[in-house]
């Protein structure tokens, strides 16, 4: 009687934890949904900076970045200039992203970190996906490209 007790026990422990365990999957799952709806949308370059120094103002006025989903199409003074795949957690500090991109046949891809502040996107990541930024800084740091892009 008391293996049968013991085994009741197990068995309700792991659909009591179980379930928890489902719910708590499903509410980073929610997090995460709603984390990539902010991202939706025509986003224009305010600023950028790599390896430490600002970007050219023609080149920052040349950038738009259409979010759709998990794909981001990135035009060039108008055109279309190729598209990536990102994928986010919200659940770290910083919030994380990836970024995975193809170019001239080879594929890459960049891990950085974003955050929202009102209506600004920062983004910042190392060019050669070798080493997550910590930080939004790409001072001393020559493969880590920052950008901070408001909605259009």
Not at 86 to 91: K, R, V
């Amino acid at each position: 009687m008391v293996l049968r007790n013991r085994s009741a026990v197990v068995s309700l422990s792991v659909m009591v934890f179980g379930s928890l365990s489902l719910a708590g999957d499903d509410s980073v799952a929610e997090v995460k949904a709603k984390e990539l709806k902010k991202f939706q949308g025509t986003w224009i370059l305010l600023s950028g900076e790599k390896g430490g120094e600002q970007m050219p103002a023609e080149q920052i006025k040349s950038v738009k970045l259409v979010f759709k989903d998990n794909k981001i199409k990135v035009s060039l003074n108008g055109k279309e200039d190729h598209v990536q795949e990102f994928e986010i957690d919200p659940g770290k500090s910083p919030k994380e992203i990836n970024l995975t991109r193809e170019l001239n046949g080879q594929k890459s891809t960049v891990v950085g970190i974003y955050s929202f502040d009102g209506k600004t996107l920062k983004l910042c990541g190392d060019d050669f996906g070798k080493e997550r930024p910590t930080e939004f800084s790409t001072k001393d740091k020559p493969s880590y490209t920052m950008l901070v892009l408001k909605r259009d």
